[in-house]
């Protein structure tokens, strides 16, 4: 009965804003809209812009439902109102684009921090301990918005914050452990940030002899690209390899992590061996045989592993790469005894 209930409740919630949308669009295929196409126009604009989003707000303003995803609705009623509002008629929507739009996206991103910094500061006064921004930054976008959209959400976040933004070189505590200073992967991401740079030039200069647009939309996309390399780099040296109390936290930077009770160990080894992965078999790294590796951990019973952007899969045995593999092995066999 209350799953009923509750089905029937996002039903109206999201239900009334799409009749909302669809409705619009089709007053722009009518005779009417034809005949006052100007006037109609700043309507439909603002309907699409600011009426529905507004009438979505009353709806959830009771319910269990992030306010923030009034946003996606905004920019959604952007997109829409760009492809349905003649070219000539969008100086409403153009205004939003360059007054209203840039607002509600330092907003978000103020929202989004703030909202991290609040999070990082609980988890200390309750765990006494340090909580990485990444963990923080997906505890808190799943609190913003609904879904796997708070994954993507959080990944653009912290590419951002960890390309551009955290500098400050870290120093490590005993139980944390790099793996990136004799691995290669830095290097490896650095050289392919400058290959995609030199194809970028070279890949412009040809398309501006065949369309100036399609030349900037793929310099702007290699660019983007570099910029995601670049901040993926840059969590590979923030994010270490951990172990507090009894819980083992393997990272990859933001690209993959597992988190691994160290009583569901069954076997943990130093090994460089080839291994035959498979669907139980997996490697940390998301590089594959790109990346070495040198430990090899077998579990008791299956565990979950999170990919990139929030692919899920499990596993029982996982290999990945460690600097100081003696001191890691032993502070993981020390918890084992203990």
């Known amino acids: 009965m209350n799953m009923t209930t509750k089905t029937h409740s996002n039903l109206v919630v999201f239900g009334v804003p799409v009749l909302l949308i669809l409705s619009v669009i089709l007053i722009t295929k009518s005779q009417i809209f034809t005949s006052n196409t100007s006037a109609l126009s700043i309507g439909i604009t603002l309907d699409l812009l600011f ?26 009623g952007m997109v829409i109102a760009s492809y349905i509002i003649p070219q000539e008629h969008q100086s409403t929507l153009n205004w939003a684009k360059n007054w209203i739009f840039p607002f509600v996206e330092l907003g978000v991103g103020v929202f989004v921090f703030y909202k ?6 609980r988890y200390k006064v309750n765990a006494k301990q340090e909580l990485d921004f990444f963990s923080a930054l ?3 976008c799943s609190e913003i918005v609904p879904g796997k959209i708070s994954i993507f959400l959080a990944m653009e976040v912290a590419v951002f914050y960890y390309g551009f933004v955290s500098w400050k070189k870290r120093i490590l505590a005993e139980n944390e452990f790099t793996y990136h200073k004799n691995s290669g992967t830095i290097s490896l991401l650095a050289a392919l940030i400058v290959i995609i740079g030199v194809e970028t030039y070279v890949l412009h200069i040809l398309l501006l002899k065949w369309s100036v647009i399609a030349a900037w939309i793929a310099s702007i996309l290699s660019v983007y690209s570099s910029i995601q390399i670049f901040g993926f780099l840059k969590s590979i040296i923030k994010r270490p ?16 992590e597992t988190t691994i009770d160290i009583n569901n160990i069954a076997s943990i080894e130093i090994t460089n061996k080839e291994i035959e992965f498979d669907a139980k078999t997996i490697k940390l790294s998301p590089l594959g045989e790109l990346e070495s590796h040198n430990m090899l951990i077998t579990l008791k019973k299956e565990n979950m592993f999170s990919g990139l952007y929030g692919m899920k899969k499990t596993y029982t045995t996982i290999a990945f790469f460690i600097d100081d593999k003696d001191r890691f092995v032993s502070s993981v066999k020390d918890r084992l005894k203990n």
Do not use: W
């Open 241 to 256: 390899i951990t172990i507090e109390d009894n819980i083992l936290h393997l990272r990859y930077g933001i690209l993959s």
């Open 138 to 140: 997906k505890e808190t």
């Open 116 to 121: 991290v910094r609040q999070t990082i500061q």
């Open 51 to 76: 009426t529905i989003p507004i009438v979505y707000f009353v709806l959830i303003k009771k319910r269990n439902i992030p306010k923030t995803t009034i946003v996606p609705f905004f920019i959604l």
